[in-house]
Structures are given as structure tokens and as C-alpha cells.
């Protein structure tokens, strides 16, 4: 059984512009780089699937910055309530304590 090769995003685009870029033929791509022809064709449907993005804001859009900014602003209102909590907790200590030694 014959092992899947795979193909890193600089192989791959060096393929594709080999086939737009130079006119090459697909049948030699196949035959040149040992590639399905299937292959080919997903990597060009992916390229132009993800040019849309590219060209809207001159580099590809990252949802991971915003993911990233949600969880910090959830985190931080977690501490902000924690923080009241103790603060809360130290105040009546200190009540107690006072009333338990007689000071008040």
C-alpha cells in the first residue's frame, strides 16, 4: 500500500502557477510532480475560493484575534467579580473579628 504524499502550501502554489502562470499543461504537472489531477483541480478551487478574502482586505482575514478578545473580556469580568467577592469576604472578617475581640 502505497503512502499518500502530501504537499506543502509552497509546493502547491508553485504547482498552480506552473499550470496559470506558464501554461503548462496539466497532463505534464501530473506527470512531473506525481499529483492527482483531482488534487489540482481542489488546490485551484481552494485558491479561488480564498481569493475573494485576500483581495477584500489585502491579506487574509483572522477570526482569531476577535476569539482571542471575547475570551480576555469574559476572563476579565470573571476577576472582576472574584475580586468583589474577596473584597466583600475581607469586610465582614474584619467585622467579625472585631466583634469577637470586643472592638467596635
Same mark, same amino acid.
Given at each position: ?7 506543502? &502550501? ?40 480564498? &481569493? ?21 473580556? &469574559? ?9 468583589? &467577592? ?19
Amino acid at each position: 500500500m502505497r503512502q499518500r504524499k502530501s504537499y506543502t &502550501a509552497e509546493q502547491k502554489v508553485l504547482i498552480l502557477r506552473e499550470l496559470f502562470e506558464d501554461k503548462v499543461p496539466i497532463s505534464e504537472i501530473v506527470e512531473k510532480y506525481k499529483v492527482h489531477v483531482n488534487d489540482i483541480y481542489n488546490w485551484r478551487k481552494k485558491l479561488f475560493e480564498s &481569493a475573494t478574502i485576500i483581495f477584500e482586505n489585502g491579506k487574509p482575514k483572522n477570526t482569531k484575534p476577535d476569539q482571542l478578545q471575547t475570551k480576555v473580556t &469574559a476572563l476579565e469580568e470573571k476577576l472582576k467579580k472574584r475580586d468583589e &467577592a474577596i473584597s466583600y469576604l475581607v469586610q465582614d472578617n474584619i467585622v467579625l473579628k472585631k466583634s469577637i475581640d470586643g472592638e467596635n
